[in-house]
């Protein structure tokens, strides 16, 4: 049975980062390239960043009822396809999903064992700090960021796990560790225990 994991945080809190690592270090993990209607930036690449569609596009597949979550964001679409669910089905995988706290909030009621953890950043001045390194916001941008993220921090009591991005590897440990207790808590018991329970039997 496939799980899906959802992992929400500010912009700027590492998560994307996190992931990169979570989908390297956990075999069998399916990541969700989201859609968006935003533009483009620095390096990313269409179909592994994001998929980057027209907006006439994504408003089409709203009315067709094809994404799991959707939500707009700084006047951008961003949303999750149901096919993702399919795919890992059929690969036996389990999803891993980077969505804001809006979608979510949609994909919570609509999957409601999924797992979820929201990243925070160990300060709102570490906050700033890093969103200011990458280099690739203006000052009015990076104010209505800081202020979006005030608001998404006090959402983190709707999610399973809290994670503060100290320390890249001991975040990276600790978020594996989530993934992979969660296989071991939902794994079926008679697919585990049973055949040890059967050596038993006289």
Same mark, same amino acid.
């Given at each position: 049975?496939?799980?899906?994991?959802?992992?929400?945080?500010?912009?700027?809190?590492?998560?994307?980062?996190?992931?990169?690592?979570?989908?390297? /270090?956990?075999?069998?993990?399916?990541?969700?390239?989201?859609?968006?209607? @935003?533009?483009?930036?620095?390096?990313?690449?269409?179909?592994?960043?994001?998929? #980057?569609?027209?907006?006439?596009?994504?408003?089409?597949?709203?009315?067709?009822?094809?994404?799991?979550?959707?939500?707009?964001?700084?006047?951008? +679409?961003?949303?999750?396809?149901?096919?993702?669910?399919?795919?890992?089905?059929?690969? /036996?995988?389990?999803?891993?999903?980077?969505?804001?706290?809006? /979608?979510?909030?949609?994909?919570?009621?609509?999957?409601?064992?999924?797992?979820?953890?929201?990243?925070?950043?160990?300060?709102?001045?570490?906050?700033?700090?890093?969103?200011?390194?990458?280099?690739?916001?203006?000052?009015?941008?990076?104010?209505? @960021?800081?202020?979006?993220?005030? /608001?998404?921090?006090?959402?983190?009591?709707?999610?399973? +796990?809290?994670?503060?991005?100290?320390?890249?590897?001991?975040?990276?440990?600790?978020?594996?560790?989530?993934?992979?207790?969660?296989?071991?808590?939902?794994?079926?018991?008679?697919?585990?225990?049973?055949?040890?329970?059967?050596? #038993?039997?006289?």
């Amino acid at each position: 049975m496939t799980t899906v994991f959802i992992i929400s945080a500010p912009s700027g809190s590492g998560k994307s980062t996190l992931v990169s690592r979570l989908l390297a /270090g956990v075999p069998r993990l399916l990541f969700s390239v989201s859609y968006t209607t @935003r533009a483009v930036r620095g390096h990313e690449v269409d179909g592994q960043s994001y998929r #980057f569609v027209r907006r006439e596009d994504f408003e089409r597949m709203i009315a067709g009822d094809e994404f799991l979550e959707w939500a707009q964001v700084f006047g951008n +679409y961003y949303g999750t396809h149901r096919g993702i669910l399919e795919q890992a089905q059929a690969t /036996g995988c389990d999803v891993v999903l980077d969505i804001d706290v809006q /979608g979510a909030g949609q994909l919570k009621k609509r999957i409601p064992d999924a797992v979820t953890v929201f990243i925070l950043p160990p300060s709102r001045q570490v906050l700033e700090e890093r969103l200011r390194a990458r280099g690739e916001d203006p000052d009015e941008v990076i104010e209505r @960021r800081l202020r979006e993220a005030a /608001g998404e921090i006090r959402k983190y009591k709707d999610y399973d +796990y809290v994670l503060i991005n100290r320390d890249l590897a001991e975040s990276d440990a600790v978020l594996s560790a989530i993934v992979r207790g969660e296989r071991v808590r939902r794994t079926r018991i008679e697919d585990q225990i049973g055949p040890v329970l059967e050596t #038993f039997r006289v």
